[in-house]
């Protein structure tokens, strides 16, 4: 839902359910607020309001102790973000760079703007074997405003797995997952419903990889490896907010 009264001379009013209002805030106060638009005045309880902003200053039927908390974009809540990216990297140090990519699936509570924590659950693709990282996450936005820039960092498991398109000699045989950490930093757009944000990051994922090898055809003698690994990327990735 949106009214207007001519965006750029209006109040606006953002409600918890996503709805967002232009007109002029006539009363504001820990009991409600009137909004004002095109000659009808509507009025919503304070326990509904998200976020408002006012054009210009007014004192009439204004609190600003009120108004002072209701103009930060409150996000207090739980909130659902999906998301795919873009890892370039090498998987060991005989190797060129490549790129692969990532999916993940994360779900953060904000405290404040400064403390939001959650967890997510990943698929990072690395040619012969994928990982499946596990993370407690931390974020912290740089503004209250809706659109923002923003830091995170995670920290947990990455669960390995072999995928089955390794047939040659040495063959892995299994992967070993192991610590998986992560940070960078990313720019939010915050709609009504839903937003949008992109982030540049660095991965790491240590992992145990153990290799089969086939000595002799003819007598199907063979050595078993283990490479311990330590895997840097970094990760361009998108996503949407629910």
Same mark, same amino acid.
Do not use: C
């Given at each position: 839902?949106?009214?207007?009264?001519?965006?750029? !001379? $209006?109040?606006? =009013?953002?409600?918890?359910?996503?709805?967002?209002?232009?007109?002029?805030?006539?009363?504001?106060?820990?009991? +409600?607020?009137?909004?004002?638009?095109?000659?009808?005045? =509507?009025?919503?309880?304070?326990?509904?309001?998200?976020?408002?902003?006012?054009?210009?200053?007014?004192?009439?039927?204004?609190?600003?102790?009120?108004?002072? +908390?209701?103009?930060? #974009? $409150?996000?207090?809540?739980?909130?659902?973000?999906? !998301?795919?990216?873009?890892?370039?990297?090498?998987?060991?140090?005989?190797?060129?760079?490549?790129?692969?990519?990532?999916?993940?699936?994360?779900? =953060? #509570?904000?405290?404040?703007?400064?403390?939001?924590?959650?967890?997510?659950?990943?698929?990072?693709?690395? @040619?012969?074997?994928?990982?499946?990282?596990? =993370?407690?996450?931390?974020?912290?936005?740089?503004?209250?405003?809706?659109?923002?820039?923003?830091?995170?960092?995670?920290?947990? #498991?990455?669960?390995?797995?072999?995928?089955?398109?390794?047939?040659? @000699?040495? $063959?892995?045989?299994?992967?070993?997952?192991?610590?998986?950490?992560?940070?960078?930093?990313?720019?939010?757009?915050?709609?009504?419903?839903?937003?949008?944000?992109?982030?540049?990051?660095?991965?790491?994922?240590?992992?145990?990889?153990?290799?089969?090898?086939?000595?002799?055809?003819?007598?199907?003698?063979?050595?078993?490896?283990?490479?311990?690994?330590?895997?840097?990327?970094? +990760?361009?990735?998108?996503?949407?907010?629910?």
């Amino acid at each position: 839902m949106l009214f207007s009264a001519g965006y750029g !001379q $209006s109040d606006k =009013l953002l409600l918890k359910n996503g709805s967002l209002l232009y007109g002029s805030i006539e009363t504001l106060n820990s009991d +409600e607020v009137r909004l004002t638009v095109e000659n009808e005045t =509507l009025r919503f309880p304070y326990s509904s309001i998200r976020m408002v902003r006012l054009r210009k200053n007014k004192s009439q039927n204004i609190d600003h102790n009120v108004y002072k +908390e209701l103009r930060q #974009y $409150s996000t207090k809540g739980i909130q659902v973000s999906l !998301q795919a990216g873009l890892l370039h990297g090498r998987e060991n140090s005989g190797q060129s760079a490549e790129e692969t990519i990532s999916f993940t699936a994360q779900g =953060l #509570y904000h405290f404040s703007q400064l403390l939001q924590m959650g967890i997510s659950l990943g698929y990072d693709h690395h @040619n012969t074997f994928a990982v499946l990282p596990m =993370l407690v996450v931390y974020r912290a936005d740089f503004s209250s405003r809706w659109s923002t820039p923003f830091f995170y960092s995670g920290v947990g #498991y990455g669960m390995g797995r072999k995928l089955d398109n390794d047939d040659g @000699n040495p $063959s892995l045989e299994q992967v070993n997952g192991g610590i998986n950490y992560q940070l960078g930093l990313g720019y939010r757009w915050r709609f009504q419903k839903i937003g949008f944000e992109f982030a540049l990051g660095w991965k790491h994922q240590k992992v145990d990889l153990d290799y089969k090898t086939l000595n002799s055809f003819w007598t199907e003698s063979e050595n078993n490896i283990t490479l311990n690994r330590s895997i840097n990327r970094a +990760e361009l990735k998108f996503g949407i907010i629910f």
